[in-house]
Structures are given as C-alpha cells and as structure tokens.
C-alpha cells in the first residue's frame, strides 16, 4: 500500500494463532498493524467419544443358583454412559429353569438409570439370548460387573461356539459416554 505515517511503523508479522478458547487481547505498544490482515483461528477439538467393549474370550460355566462374574469393563471415567449388555446361555441339561444377565457396580461408584438387568426362561438343552442397556450414572471412574445367574447349571457361550452363539450374537458388552 506504501502508506506511511510520521512516528508510527506498520507491524511486519502478526502473532498467533492463539490456542483454542483465548480470549483477545489489544495491544499498547506503537506499532500498529493494518486493517488488511485475519489472525486466523485453529480447528475447534474434536470432542472425544470415550468407547469401551468387550467379548468373551472363553466359555464362562455358571453354577446352579449361583451368581457368576460373566466379564469385568475396562475402567470407565466419570460421566453418564450407554451399557449394552447381551450374552447367550445355554442349559445343557434336562431341568428348565430361570436366568438372568445383570450389572452392578465394580469398581465405580455409580447409580443406574434404566433397567440393570435382563432374565428369561432356560428350557432344558437349549439357549436363551439375554440383553438390555441403561444408563450408567458414575461419580468416581472404575469398572463395572456383567454377571448371569441360572437357576441351574448353565455356560454363558462366547460367539461362534458350538454352534449355539453366533458372531451376530456375542456374549458381551458395549459402553459408549454420552456426557
């Protein structure tokens, strides 16, 4: 532009970008800048989703009228989160008798909004498919319990095996943070 001014020196360079969030400041020093610059501004981050799941890696036996550790979460942070539960148990035996896939706190403080629990009918040498989700509320990080409870003997089955679960059905869990 070739402007000049007497006592006052145009900025050569300007500053920044500032990080995500900074508030603006004006400066007091001499130099002044041109009208014709943009000090630009970064990318806002990308929220964060946390995730965590996990399936079986081996058959889990449930002993009658026991309740059983099916599979623990990975540690889930404070804040609200989406629990999918599922799992498929199989009575291999002559006896109906009722099962439940249920959650409970670990090692997270916690309360629940929703159901925690899931039950069914065990007919005698065949499966049921159990699965429910709620919320989980979690006010110091920790883990959380998938378990089952069969009135009799029954195996909570990882996918694939023996032809009862399948890859579209794994015993297992799904937690997604919502807030």
């Given at each position: 532009?070739?402007?000049?001014?007497?006592?006052?020196s145009?900025?050569?360079?300007v500053?920044?970008?500032?990080?995500?969030?900074?508030?603006?400041?004006?400066?007091t020093?001499?130099t002044?800048?041109?009208?014709?610059?943009?000090?630009?501004l970064?990318a806002?981050?990308?929220?964060?989703?946390?995730?965590?799941?996990?399936?079986l890696?081996?058959?889990?036996?449930?002993?009658?009228?026991?309740?059983?550790?099916?599979?623990?979460?990975?540690t889930?942070?404070?804040?609200?989160?989406?629990?999918?539960?599922?799992?498929?148990?199989l009575?291999?035996?002559?006896?109906?008798?009722?099962?439940?896939?249920?959650?409970?706190?670990?090692?997270?403080?916690?309360?629940?909004?929703?159901?925690?629990?899931?039950?069914?009918?065990?007919p005698?040498s065949?499966?049921?498919?159990?699965?429910?989700?709620?919320?989980a509320?979690i006010?110091?990080?920790?883990t959380?319990?998938?378990?089952?409870?069969?009135?009799?003997?029954?195996?909570?089955?990882?996918?694939?095996t023996?032809?009862?679960?399948?890859?579209t059905?794994?015993?297992?869990?799904?937690a997604?943070?919502?807030?």
């Amino acid at each position: 532009m070739g402007v000049s001014s007497p006592g006052i020196s145009f900025a050569t360079t300007v500053t920044g970008p500032d990080a995500y969030g900074a508030a603006p400041v004006v400066g007091t020093d001499l130099t002044v800048a041109h009208g014709a610059h943009d000090h630009g501004l970064p990318a806002a981050p990308a929220p964060v989703l946390p995730y965590a799941g996990a399936t079986l890696i081996a058959d889990v036996a449930i002993a009658a009228a026991t309740a059983t550790t099916i599979i623990t979460t990975a540690t889930l942070g404070v804040g609200k989160w989406l629990i999918i539960a599922q799992a498929e148990i199989l009575n291999g035996g002559t006896t109906a008798g009722d099962c439940e896939l249920y959650v409970v706190a670990g090692t997270a403080v916690l309360g629940f909004v929703g159901p925690t629990s899931a039950d069914a009918l065990l007919p005698a040498s065949a499966s049921a498919q159990l699965t429910f989700s709620t919320i989980a509320v979690i006010s110091t990080a920790g883990t959380l319990v998938i378990g089952a409870y069969s009135a009799v003997a029954a195996t909570a089955k990882l996918n694939a095996t023996a032809g009862f679960a399948t890859a579209t059905y794994p015993t297992g869990y799904t937690a997604v943070q919502i807030a």
